[in-house]
Nanobody, 124 residues
Framework: QVRVVESGGGLVQAGGSLRLSCAAS????????MGWFRQAPGKEREFVAA????????TYADSVKGRFTISRDNAKNTVYLQMNTMKFEDTAVYYC?????????????????WGQGTQVTVSS
C-alpha cells in the first residue's frame, strides 16, 4: 500500500513558476513509477508527466514539454513537478499517482494509487 499526498499548488501569474511535490509513504517507493495528471473544469483527466522508478527515464505530454520537469528523490520518498513559463491553460487540479510496475506510464489506468490533488490556478 502506498499513500501519496500532493502539495505546492496555488495561484500564479502567466509566465510564472510553481513546484509541486508528492510525498509517498511506504518503504518501496523506489520501486514505483510515478506520474502527474491534471483535470481542468469540464474536461477529462489528462496525462502531464511520468518518471520511472530510478528517475532515469521520463516522458511528457506535448503541451508541457520544455516547460515542465518531473524528478524524484527516492531517499525522501518524493516526486516533484517543476512548472515554468506557465500558461492560463495549465489551470487544473493536479494529481500524483504511483504505479507498482516501476515504469513510467501515460495511461491513468496503469496507476495503482492516487493522491487527492492540489489546485493550480494560472491568472492571465
Amino acid at each position: 500500500q502506498v499513500r501519496v499526498v500532493e502539495s505546492g499548488g496555488g495561484l500564479v501569474q502567466a509566465g510564472g513558476s510553481l513546484r509541486l511535490s508528492c510525498a509517498a509513504s511506504g518503504r518501496t517507493f523506489g520501486n514505483y513509477g510515478m506520474g502527474w495528471f491534471r483535470q481542468a473544469p469540464g474536461k477529462e483527466r489528462e496525462f502531464v508527466a511520468a518518471i520511472n522508478w530510478s528517475g532515469r527515464s521520463t516522458t511528457y505530454a506535448d503541451s508541457v514539454k520544455g516547460r515542465f520537469t518531473i524528478s524524484r528523490d527516492n531517499a525522501k520518498n518524493t516526486v516533484y513537478l517543476q512548472m515554468n513559463t506557465m500558461k492560463f491553460e495549465d489551470t487544473a487540479v493536479y494529481y500524483c499517482a504511483a504505479s507498482a510496475g516501476g515504469y513510467y506510464n501515460t495511461e491513468g489506468t496503469r496507476y495503482d494509487y492516487w493522491g487527492q490533488g492540489t489546485q493550480v490556478t494560472v491568472s492571465s
